[in-house]
């Protein structure tokens, strides 16, 4: 297959697109980015990458990052994790609270907010600095020792972080969290702001495609930790529009509100795709589309 021909011709099918969608507005660091922008890279298993338009240029990747996190936390302390976090879609909005209170402050699943922080909880008591460690597990999976925060993103973060406090609390009111709730998100807010590019995302994830190794032959997870992943991002990686993607592009992926999303096609590639206009669940839409012919023009979906 050559890829870069397949990269090119998405890029030409999802440009119409382009400019359409709205980049996230309640952090304004992420609202001033260009919604014009677009990116697409492929990783083989080899770690070889094409990409094609802006597939250089590191965006913040926001949410993207929660599937780095729960791998890290699975590789690091195994599956006592799921005693405090679910495995099923929410159906809701990624920052929403009402299902909380319902289902005694254990939140659906790893990748909404509230999963997302009992994620970074557990990280910051295996290691004791979760966004460093993340940061630092980042920066070897690909390949890239140059990946770093965003500071004015993880201040905003901060300074419009009420909802995430909010969630963050009342777990806590429950005892499912260990860590000083200040502190931990501190680290959350942190690791939504880590840049990367389309190559450094695809790259990245390749452990996933390739069953749990990492690019030198070592074990990070299981082959039964590394499809249970795939079938979260599948399941629950974009928020409440989890069904339409599986839908559309038919692979497990996870989306950021950064407008970057990571897709893997286990045993094959993994991609990083990155345009900021988002739709209404906050997924990035030409990024949603391109995954969409992706998997149409090749038939490379999990289905
Ligand atoms: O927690 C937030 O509001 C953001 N920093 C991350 C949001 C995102 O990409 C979607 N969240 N699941």
Redesign the pocket.
């Known amino acids: 297959m050559d890829h870069q021909a397949l990269l090119e011709q998405i890029a030409r099918d999802v440009e119409p697109l382009l400019g359409t969608g709205t980049p996230?507005e309640?952090?304004p660091a992420l609202a001033a980015v260009d919604p014009g922008r677009f990116g697409m890279a492929i990783a083989g298993l080899d770690g070889t990458v094409h990409g094609v338009g802006d597939w250089k240029r590191a965006f913040s990747?926001?949410?993207?990052t929660?599937v780095f996190a729960l791998a890290l936390a699975l590789s690091l302390g195994g599956d006592s994790l799921w005693e405090h976090v679910g495995r099923e879609p929410s159906g809701n909005p990624?920052?929403s609270l009402v299902q909380l209170e319902y289902e005694n402050g254990v939140p659906r699943n790893p990748?909404?907010?509230a999963g997302?922080l009992v994620v970074t909880d557990r990280l910051q008591t295996l290691t004791g600095d979760a966004s460093s460690e993340l940061l630092e597990f980042l920066r070897q999976e690909s390949g890239n020792p140059e990946l770093s925060f965003d500071p004015e993103?993880a201040e905003s973060?901060s300074a419009?972080?009420d909802?995430?406090a909010a969630l963050a609390h009342f777990m806590a009111s429950y005892g499912h969290i260990a860590n000083p709730v200040p502190a931990l998100l501190d680290h959350?807010?942190w690791?939504?702001?880590i840049e990367m590019n389309c190559a450094d995302l695809a790259r990245a994830a390749l452990f996933l495609a390739r069953h749990g190794l990492r690019a030198d032959g070592s074990r990070l997870l299981t082959r039964s930790e590394a499809k249970q992943i795939n079938a979260v991002m599948l399941t629950c990686g974009t928020?409440d529009a989890a069904g339409e993607f599986a839908y559309r592009v038919g692979l497990p992926g996870k989306?950021?509100?950064?407008g970057g999303i990571v897709a893997v096609v286990p045993g094959r590639c993994t991609l990083g795709v990155w345009s900021p206009g988002l739709d209404r669940q906050?997924n990035s839409v030409a990024g949603v589309a391109a995954l969409d012919r992706f998997t149409t023009l090749t038939g490379l979906s999990v289905f």
């Open positions: 996230a309640y952090i990747t926001q949410s993207v929660k990624f920052n990748f909404i907010n997302a993103v973060e419009h972080g909802r995430n959350y807010f690791q939504c702001s928020y989306s950021g509100v950064g906050g």
